[in-house]
């Protein structure tokens, strides 16, 4: 489900279609986590990537979808594109198969553990998070907004 829905999110040219095949695709990896025991993630990136982040994309391309030209991409785009994936893949492939693969410790918080650690030694990384998404919230308000006459 993770790859199709990856793969859906690059080829779809509807970009509301794409929004929700991304959110298929954060929901499967939800998915994923709660199947390798850490269900915290899990409900974390369906709070807070599926209602927050695809909600802020969905407002934001309903928006504004008639401020964007449709614009065609020739040939020598494309294989540019494919010629950088490649090189990208090349590249990640060979530092995954030169770095040995190491056992992580199993660590298991609590939900407590984990609030208590936000709030404490975590704190300011959380707070930049909130803000990051506040002043994108902000801006896509900004975007949408119609300039008056």
């Known amino acids: 489900m993770a790859v199709t829905s990856a793969i859906l999110v690059v080829s779809l040219k509807n970009l509301v279609r794409a929004i929700l095949a991304l959110a298929s695709l954060f ?15 899990g409900l974390v990136q369906i709070l807070v990537y599926i209602g927050g982040v ?4 969905l407002f934001l391309i309903m928006l504004t979808e008639n401020l964007f030209e449709k614009t065609q ?11 950088l994936i ?17 056992a992580i410790p199993n660590v298991n918080y609590s939900i407590q553990e984990i609030g208590r650690l936000l709030m404490t030694d975590y704190l300011i ?24 006459e």
């Open 27 to 41: 929901l499967s990896i939800a998915g994923l986590y709660i199947l390798l025991s850490a269900e915290f993630l």
């Open 86 to 102: 490649l090189s990208l893949f090349a590249i990640f492939f060979s530092i995954f198969r030169k770095q040995p693969f190491q």
């Open 125 to 148: 990384p959380f707070e930049v998070v909130s803000l990051l998404l506040l002043v994108a919230l902000i801006g896509a308000i900004v975007i949408a907004r119609k300039e008056e």
């Open 73 to 83: 991409v020739n040939f020598l785009q494309r294989i540019t594109g494919a010629l």
């Open 54 to 57: 695809i909600l802020l994309f």
